[in-house]
Every structure is written in structure tokens, then in C-alpha cells.
T-cell receptor, first 112, second 114 residues
Framework: QKEVEQNSGPLSVPEGAIASLNCTYSDRGSQSFFWYRQYSGKSPELIMFIYSNGDKEDGRFTAQLNKASQYVSLLIRDSQPSDSATYLCAVIPGGGADGLTFGKGTHLIIQP | GAVVSQHPSWVICKSGTSVKIECRSLDFQATTMFWYRQFPKQSLMLMATSNEGSKATYEQGVEKDKFLINHASLTLSTLTVTSAHPEDSSFYIC??????????FGPGTRLTVT
């Protein structure tokens, strides 16, 4: 079973601080990694994708990938109350298919 | 770019009837679309992969005769839930693949079967 694990939270972070979200995956053949944000009752919104080891920055967001440790993370700098949502880690497992395997998500709360 | 729409946004139907959900890529052509389902308090689960002009590929445990998928054009995929039952009530979300592997999601369809 190819799994993606996340801490369900809630993770509470003060406004303006850095929020750190973590994800591990079981399929060592996975090549593509994504972070989605999902507000309650809405569909997921793509925030970041990363394919290579290392860091990738986009505005206030930084995705980090370590394939050797099978670990991917998302940092949110200068957290805002509007960042409060569930963050879903998603992986395309190895094997050729392109469908996403999602983690259960981390509920992030930014405290004003 | 990469805008995906879904219709309807919500639907209520009686047990035993069929419901069709449309997924459209509005500003790009999508040779591959995906259908996911999300139950309350749970994450998204992939149901099937829809490729334009060919049969859909269903995930293990998803009944292909119950969830009919048609990807008739490069901008439209449809999911028909046949003989719906209350346990089929869920949030159905489609996505379309853009560029390499990125998937952009539609707004979802909330199905309630009474």
C-alpha cells in the first residue's frame, strides 16, 4: 500500500510566524510531490510542486524535498490568518500512473 | 491559466436514479483528467483516470459499471453515478493535468442521495 502520512494537527501558529508542515511517503519510486491548500467545503488549490531534491521557493512558500529520507515539507513565512486551512500533501507514486495519492492533511490555524 | 469547472456544484437525487457530473478545462486542453471522491473529514481518494478517446482506468475497489466515465473531448470529461444509493453521497472533485504533472481541481460537486 502506497501511503502518504501527515500529522493531522491542528497546528496552531501565531500570525507573522513561520508555519512548518511535514509529510512522509512510503513509495521510494515517487517522483512528483505537491502541496494543496483546502478550505472547508472547497476543493483543493495547488500551492507548490517539487520534483527535485532541495528547496523550492515561491513567495511566502518554500517546499523542501529529501528523497533519501522520503520526506517533503512546506514552510509558510509571515503566516496570515487567511492561511488557516487544511494542507494536503500529495504524491504521484512510481509505476507510471499519474493519479495523486493524498495524505489526510494537516489542519493549520493562524492565531491573530 | 489552468482553470477547471464542474457542473453541477451540488445535486440531490433519489436512490436508484443516475446523476451526471461534467468537468471542463476552460483555458487549456487536457488529455488526462482525474476523478476523486472525498467523504466528510477524510482526504481525497482517486477513483479513476480519464484519458481522451480511450477507456478510463479505475482504481481498485471502484465499480466501473457504477461510475461511468466518458472523456469525449480534450476539454470535457463526465462522471455518471448510476443507480445511486445513499452511501454514494460524497464530494466528487475532478482535476485536469496541465504541463508536466500538475493537477488543477474543479470546484467539486456535492452529491446527496436520499
Amino acid at each position: 500500500q502506497k501511503e502518504v502520512e501527515q500529522n493531522s494537527g491542528p497546528l496552531s501558529v501565531p500570525e507573522g510566524a513561520i508555519a512548518s508542515l511535514n509529510c512522509t511517503y512510503s513509495d521510494r519510486g515517487s517522483q512528483s510531490f505537491f502541496w494543496y491548500r483546502q478550505y472547508s467545503g472547497k476543493s483543493p488549490e495547488l500551492i507548490m510542486f517539487i520534483y527535485s531534491n532541495g528547496d523550492k521557493e515561491d513567495g511566502r512558500f518554500t517546499a523542501q524535498l529529501n528523497k533519501a529520507s522520503q520526506y517533503v515539507s512546506l514552510l509558510i513565512r509571515d503566516s496570515q490568518p487567511s492561511d488557516s486551512a487544511t494542507y494536503l500533501c500529495a504524491v504521484i507514486p512510481g509505476g507510471g500512473a499519474d493519479g495523486l495519492t493524498f495524505g489526510k492533511g494537516t489542519h493549520l490555524i493562524i492565531q491573530p | 491559466g489552468a482553470v477547471v469547472s464542474q457542473h453541477p456544484s451540488w445535486v440531490i437525487c433519489k436512490s436508484g436514479t443516475s446523476v451526471k457530473i461534467e468537468c471542463r478545462s476552460l483555458d487549456f486542453q487536457a488529455t488526462t483528467m482525474f476523478w476523486y471522491r472525498q467523504f466528510p473529514k477524510q482526504s481525497l481518494m482517486l477513483m479513476a483516470t480519464s484519458n481522451e478517446g480511450s477507456k478510463a482506468t479505475y482504481e481498485q475497489g471502484v465499480e466501473k459499471d457504477k461510475f461511468l466515465i466518458n472523456h469525449a473531448s480534450l476539454t470535457l470529461s463526465t462522471l455518471t453515478v448510476t443507480s445511486a444509493h445513499p452511501e454514494d453521497s460524497s464530494f466528487y472533485i475532478c482535476s485536469a493535468r496541465w504541463r508536466t504533472y500538475e493537477q488543477y481541481f474543479g470546484p467539486g460537486t456535492r452529491l446527496t442521495v436520499t
